[in-house]
């Protein structure tokens, strides 16, 4: 899921986006370790509208462990539509949960910056309150 | 008295429906058949895909969509079907909107008003609300669905589980829905007071005298009422706005992607995947492959629904063979397609079909969606209903009847009994959960809270939630089918008559064994009025006593006899023990200032005991898991 980067009209005060796609095409996308925190948002659509819902949990696993583990203390910040990560160097799965919507909808998470990626999309419309992307920090 | 031969007639009232039943639905079903569409959730994502919502990654990743595969390949699971069916069957033993026995209107019932919800149940009560003598009756009575549903519960009728393939004959919910509107019931007096004896006597033998005594009357059973009930009008229910449990959800979420291997961390032939073996997740991965270079291809090239439908069965369809009948992929894909087989041929599921089949089960009961729907079903018992219902009344020595009437219901406060909540609640919580992001979405969660209020019975399907106040409301009138025209003062339109009833059920299956045994109870206070317009006439044959009156002063030539007119006011408090459980107990005690013959005022007591058949429904097959299990994984 994930990795198309569609480019909704990013914040006018967001920095340079840091994601790029996995080379490898084992995760979906890679980051820099230096280029941490990665900020995320909750959009409508991919033109960047404000989401009909908010997050309801976060959760980072670590896929180098066998089996995974949950990453503590992430993310390091979160509001109802934005969350930021800290991670080391390691490959991770990030787990998103959204609170129910009033009416389907899809709802998108993008990486928060000027020209934003689309890290996945969750697809409340079909009752699936939950989705995901796998990220390696290199 | 009735015949037996002629009981055995109206008898055959019930039977009639279940074979008209059958025929309806297979005209119901011949025309579904016609049109095939991917069930709901695929349909949805085949639009978000062509309206450029969604990527073709998340059709091609079975993780990332749970919902999809589930209702294509999963519904057919027969615990998912008994589940269903057994939810509704929870609902009728728990429901107090349902009538346990005769109508009010009949000889020998325990009920002063009728309720709008028609059970598959015999009962057999002793009273009378209104008649001047008790009776014992036996009430049989059914919901046209109440065959069906049984027999698709036992798998001897099939169950419409797929809405791309054919399933001969099969009942659909839906059907059975419709049918569920309609029911029928006969009641039978199992006793009158005394029976019509005649015999000669003997020359007296002192103060004895031998006599030789023939039966007169009939000893068989005489029909005491036939009724039929159609709901008019059925309340939606409105499902709690509960929200799902956010790291149950995520948990199956990522049991699913990493079982499947839909992350990073690409299995070897030495390290399958948790849920396939290595060589189904080759398969897999050809088939996800197929997906993205043809499917996807072919999709967008298509250029009605009608094609894309099409190619939805002929290409996602083959993931069900793949993963549960070991076969490989076939891509292009012009000639295949999925058949019943695919879906519904029984199989005993290797340990790792078993575990997919488990996980993925687990996410949809963590997304409450499946688990809504059958608590949708349990709790519609909450539900306002609106039933008409008519009665064809035959009391014992008096002109047969008609009685029409209004029945509305509404039930309400639900409470979970069992002691199962907690484990239920809890099920979703891991050891891990609580070094995750909670501690840093507190105030989120904290907020949430505040705003949802968990309703216990949101997710109820094992019949452990009962509706603890249940409010019902009777309005009609009773008419003769042949006007008396020898009875001064009398016309068509007998009485005019008004219930209401309020039922309080109360949780005693934890406290102690005896009262698990016995089960919860519903307390029930009615109030029922009857304004006589025609007086009450009771046929006497000239010259012989009537069965279980002695009227002094009769005239030899007199047919018929007739009381005084006035209205009843009839108050019951009734007991009724058994609710949720397949038997039940009404027992009442009641004041009335007079019954239809009788001017005095009287106390009464009414009993009965009901079973209901919706027991048929259970499976004694071992595997048979509830809705309520999956959510452990």
């Known amino acids: ?138 | 008295m009735m015949s037996p031969r002629r009981l055995a007639a109206h008898c055959s009232f019930l039977v009639i429906p279940v074979p008209v039943a059958l025929l309806l639905l297979s005209a119901l079903n011949a025309e579904a058949a016609a049109n095939y569409a991917p069930p709901p959730a695929c349909s949805e994502m085949l639009k978000d895909l062509k309206a450029g919502k969604i990527a073709i990654d998340d059709l091609r990743y079975l993780s990332n969509s749970p919902v999809c595969f589930w209702e294509l390949a999963l519904q057919s699971q027969p615990q998912t079907l008994r589940s269903t069916l057994r939810a509704e069957a929870a609902a009728q033993k728990s429901a107090a909107t349902v009538q346990i026995g005769a109508p009010s209107g009949s000889n020998g019932t325990t009920s002063a008003v009728t309720k709008p919800n028609t059970p598959l149940s015999l009962a057999s009560e002793y009273g009378g609300i209104t008649s001047s003598t008790s009776n014992q009756t036996m009430t049989l009575q059914t919901t046209l669905d109440g065959i069906p549903t049984a027999l698709a519960g036992r798998g001897v009728v099939p169950y419409c589980i797929s809405p791309i393939v054919t399933i001969p004959g099969c009942v659909s919910w839906k059907d059975l829905q419709r049918l569920n509107r309609f029911g029928v019931g006969v009641t039978s007096n199992t006793t009158a007071a005394s029976q019509n004896i005649s015999g000669t006597a003997a020359p007296a033998q002192g103060s004895s005298q031998q006599a030789s005594l023939a039966t007169a009357g009939s000893k068989g059973p005489s029909l005491s009422s036939v009724f039929a009930k159609a709901t008019i009008w059925r309340g939606q229910y409105k499902l709690p706005a509960k929200g799902p449990e956010g790291s149950q959800i995520e948990s199956a979420s990522f049991d699913l992607a990493y079982g499947l291997k839909d992350i990073p961390l690409a299995p070897t032939p030495a390290n399958p995947p948790t849920l396939m073996s290595y060589t189904t997740w080759e398969n897999y991965q050809a088939w996800q492959k197929c997906m993205k270079d043809e499917f996807l291809q072919r999709f967008e090239a298509a250029k009605t629904d009608t094609a894309r439908n099409d190619l939805f069965v002929k290409y996602y369809g083959q993931i069900v063979g793949i993963l549960f009948r070991g076969k490989g992929v076939t891509c292009p894909a012009d000639n295949v397609a999925l058949s019943d087989k695919d879906l519904i041929a029984p199989f005993p599921p290797s340990d790792e079909q078993a575990k997919l089949i488990k996980s993925f089960e687990t996410y949809m009961a963590a997304t409450s969606m499946f688990e809504a729907q059958l608590a949708q079903m349990v709790l519609a018992a909450a539900a306002p209903v609106l039933s008409f219902e008519y009665d064809y009344n035959t009391p014992v020595n008096q002109p047969t009847t008609s009685t029409a009437k209004l029945v509305f219901s509404k039930a309400g406060l639900q409470k979970r009994c069992a002691s199962s909540s907690k484990k239920t609640e809890d099920s979703g919580k891991k050891p891990d959960d609580k070094n995750t992001v909670d501690a840093a979405a507190k105030p989120m969660a904290t907020a949430d809270s505040k705003d949802k209020k968990p309703n216990p019975c949101a997710n109820s399907t094992d019949g452990s939630c009962i509706n603890q106040l249940t409010g019902t409301l009777n309005a009609g009138g009773n008419f003769y089918n042949s006007a008396p025209s020898s009875v001064p003062g009398a016309g068509a339109f007998r009485d005019a008559q008004v219930g209401a009833e309020l039922d309080y059920a109360v949780c005693t299956s934890s406290a102690n064994p005896i009262w698990s045994f016995m089960a919860n109870a519903t307390f029930g206070l009615a109030y029922y009025y009857q304004d006589q317009v025609s007086p009450s006439i009771l046929k006497v044959t000239p010259g012989m006593s009537v069965s279980g009156i002695n009227i002094v002063g009769l005239a030899s030539t007199t047919s018929s006899v007739f009381s005084k007119k006035g209205p009843i006011n009839f108050a019951q408090f009734k007991y009724g023990l058994g609710t949720g459980k397949n038997v039940k107990f009404p027992i009442a005690f009641s004041y009335s200032n007079r019954t239809d013959l009788i001017t005095k005022p009287l106390w009464s007591a009414q009993f009965g005991v009901s079973y209901d058949f919706s027991s048929l429904l259970n499976s004694s097959s071992s595997s048979n898991t509830s809705a309520a299990d999956s959510k452990s994984p």
Request: net charge negative.
């Open chain 1, 1 to 138: 899921m994930g990795g198309n980067p569609i480019n909704p009209a990013g914040g006018a005060a967001a920095g340079p986006c840091k994601i790029s796609a996995d080379p490898s095409g084992e995760y979906n996308f890679q980051i820099r370790v230096a280029d941490m925190p990665l900020n995320a948002k909750l959009c409508g659509d991919h033109q960047g509208a404000s989401p009909p819902a908010s997050f309801n949990l976060i959760k980072v696993r670590s896929l180098l462990a066998s089996p995974p583990t949950v990453v503590p203390g992430q993310p390091t910040a979160m509001t109802a539509t934005t969350f930021s990560l800290t991670l080391p160097v390691g490959g991770y799965y990030i787990g998103v949960v959204i609170n129910p919507l009033p009416s389907a909808a899809i709802v998108y998470v993008y990486e928060d910056c000027a020209g934003s990626n689309q890290l996945t999309d969750i697809l409340a419309d079909v009752q699936q309150e939950s989705g995901h992307f796998t990220l390696r920090v290199v």
